[in-house]
C-alpha cells in the first residue's frame, strides 16, 4: 500500500522558476527519500532526511520535514529543461529487512 | 560497476507464457527487490530478498516467483503471463544495516503481455 502521496500530481513550470512538490505519509518513519526518475529510465536517488532533521539541502535541492504533520516537501531552485522528470518521495527502510515505500510521483515539466 | 543491471529492456509476451526477467547487481548488496510500475500507481513492491537463499514476498507478489542463489542475482519468473502484468518492471538493491537507506534501481524492463 502507498505510504506517501505526492501532491501535485503534476507540475509545469517556466525555466528559472522554482518548483515545489509535496509529500504526505501516513505511519512513522525514520527517514524519507526523494527520488528522480527520467522518462523510460530507472529512479535515482536524490536526497534522504531524517526523522530528527528539519531541513537539508544538497546543490539546488531542498527538502523540509516535519513530522507533526507527516509531511515534506521538495523545493528545486531555479529549474532548468533538465529538471523535468518525475520525482517520487519514500518512506523506509525500516531495519536491515525493511521496504521501501514510494508515492505515486510528480510529474514535473520544465518549459525553456 | 555496472551497478544493478536488468535484462531484457523490452518483452513481448503471449497470454500464457512464462518467462524470467533477469537482475544483476555487482555492489555486494544483500538486498535485493522487484518493484512493478504501472501509470497513477507509483510502484508497488513485488517481492524482495535480504540474502542469498532468503526470499519474500511484497504487496503483489501473485503471478510471480523469484529465487536467490547468489547474492549477485536476482531473477523474476512469470509463471503464465496474464494481460494484467502489462507492466515496467524495476530490480533494485541495497545495503542491509543503518548505512543501507539508499536503494539503487536498473533501467526497467518494459513487458506487453498480449
Known amino acids: 500500500s502507498q505510504q506517501g502521496e505526492e501532491d501535485p500530481q503534476a507540475l509545469s513550470i517556466q525555466e528559472g522558476e522554482n518548483a515545489t512538490m509535496n509529500c504526505s505519509y501516513k505511519t512513522s518513519i525514520n527517514n524519507l527519500q526523494w527520488y528522480r526518475q527520467n522518462s523510460g529510465r530507472g529512479l535515482v536517488h536524490l536526497i534522504l532526511i531524517r526523522s530528527n532533521e528539519r531541513e537539508k539541502h544538497s546543490g539546488r535541492l531542498r527538502v523540509t520535514l516535519d513530522t507533526s504533520k507527516k509531511s515534506s516537501s521538495l523545493l528545486i531552485t531555479a529549474s532548468r529543461a533538465a529538471d523535468t522528470a518525475s520525482y517520487f518521495c519514500a518512506t523506509g527502510p525500516w531495519g536491515s529487512q525493511g521496504n521501501l515505500i514510494f508515492g505515486k510521483g510528480t510529474k514535473l515539466s520544465v518549459k525553456p | 560497476n555496472a551497478g544493478v543491471t536488468q535484462t531484457p529492456k523490452f518483452q513481448v509476451l503471449k497470454t500464457g507464457q512464462s518467462m524470467t526477467l533477469q537482475c544483476a547487481q555487482d555492489m555486494n548488496h544483500e538486498y535485493m527487490s522487484w518493484y512493478r510500475q504501472d501509470p497513477g500507481m507509483g510502484l508497488r513492491l513485488i517481492h524482495y530478498s535480504v540474502g542469498a537463499g532468503i526470499t519474500d514476498q511484497g504487496e503483489v507478489p501473485n503471478g510471480y516467483n523469484v529465487s536467490r542463489s547468489t547474492t549477485e542475482d536476482f531473477p523474476l519468473r512469470l509463471l503464465s503471463a496474464a494481460p494484467s502484468q502489462t507492466s515496467v518492471y524495476f530490480c533494485?538493491?541495497?545495503?542491509?544495516?543503518?548505512?543501507?537507506?539508499?536503494?539503487?534501481f536498473g533501467e526497467g524492463s518494459w513487458l506487453t503481455v498480449v
Open positions: 533494485a538493491s541495497r545495503l542491509t544495516g543503518s548505512s543501507g537507506n539508499t536503494i539503487y
